[in-house]
């Protein structure tokens, strides 16, 4: 099976969770046109606080649906846009890809991993006990963070279920991604 959009969301507040959309339409160097993380610079209020003016590497949020049905097996109800992601993805470990990984997601768009994405509290006050169940070690104690990964959009386009994706790997050495 071919990795595929299974959903996308966005929301012009910011509020943990996002409705979903028939299509999103992604503008290069912007994000997700009408999010409320659209922009340049960073849009994430806490990252606000501290610089305004440092880039904004969070423009798309990504996860894996396959982290539903893990969350699934242990008890959380978690239904696509709950998390805040704009894309849900399908058929793809977004989780093991190197820092630079660029994603064609339908006929035009195209995304660039920046890094992980790093939960925050608001992950238990949706459900509690969740935080916990996103984050988890390797056999080296090293924290894994599951809760999805971030991008900065390349090209621009319209992203809608069911659209394929492509990757690009950038050139190695390759970087695992880290929190962003």
């Not at 090293?142 to 659209?163: E, N, Q, T």
């Not at 991604?177 to 962003?180: A, G, N, S, T």
């Given at each position: 099976m071919?990795?595929?959009?299974?959903?996308?969301?966005?929301?012009?507040?910011?509020?943990?969770?996002?409705?979903?959309?028939?299509?999103?339409?992604?503008?290069?160097?912007?994000?997700?046109?009408?999010?409320?993380?659209?922009?340049?610079?960073?849009?994430?209020?806490?990252?606000?606080?501290?610089d305004p003016?440092?880039?904004?590497?969070?423009?798309?949020?990504?996860?894996?649906?396959?982290?539903?049905?893990?969350?699934?097996?242990?008890g959380?109800?978690?239904?696509?846009?709950?998390?805040g992601?704009?894309?849900?993805?399908?058929?793809?470990?977004?989780?093991?890809?190197?820092?630079?990984?660029?994603?064609?997601?339908?006929?035009?768009?195209?995304?660039?991993l920046?890094?992980?994405?790093?939960?925050?509290?608001?992950?238990?006050?949706?459900?509690?006990?969740?935080?916990?169940?996103v984050?988890?070690?390797?056999?080296?104690g090293?924290?894994?963070?599951?809760?999805?990964?971030?991008?900065?959009?390349?090209?621009?386009?319209?992203?809608?279920?069911?659209?394929t994706?492509?990757?690009?790997?950038?050139p190695?050495?390759?970087?695992a991604?880290?929190?962003?």
């Open positions: 071919s990795p595929t959009v299974r959903a996308v969301a966005s929301d012009a507040a910011h509020r943990f969770s996002k409705p979903l959309q028939m299509a999103i339409e992604l503008v290069a160097g912007h994000g997700v046109r009408g999010d409320a993380h659209f922009g340049v610079t960073v849009q994430h209020r806490s990252r606000v606080a501290v003016t440092q880039p904004n590497l969070r423009q798309v949020h990504l996860i894996q649906c396959e982290l539903f049905d893990d969350l699934a097996a242990r959380f109800r978690v239904r696509p846009g709950d998390l992601e704009n894309v849900l993805t399908e058929g793809l470990d977004l989780l093991s890809l190197p820092t630079g990984t660029v994603l064609r997601l339908g006929a035009e768009a195209e995304v660039e920046t890094g992980l994405r790093n939960p925050c509290a608001q992950i238990d006050r949706f459900q509690q006990g969740l935080m916990r169940a984050l988890d070690h390797d056999a080296d090293r924290l894994i963070r599951k809760a999805g990964v971030m991008a900065v959009v390349r090209s621009g386009g319209f992203v809608r279920p069911g659209d994706i492509a990757l690009a790997l950038p190695a050495p390759h970087r991604l880290e929190k962003v």
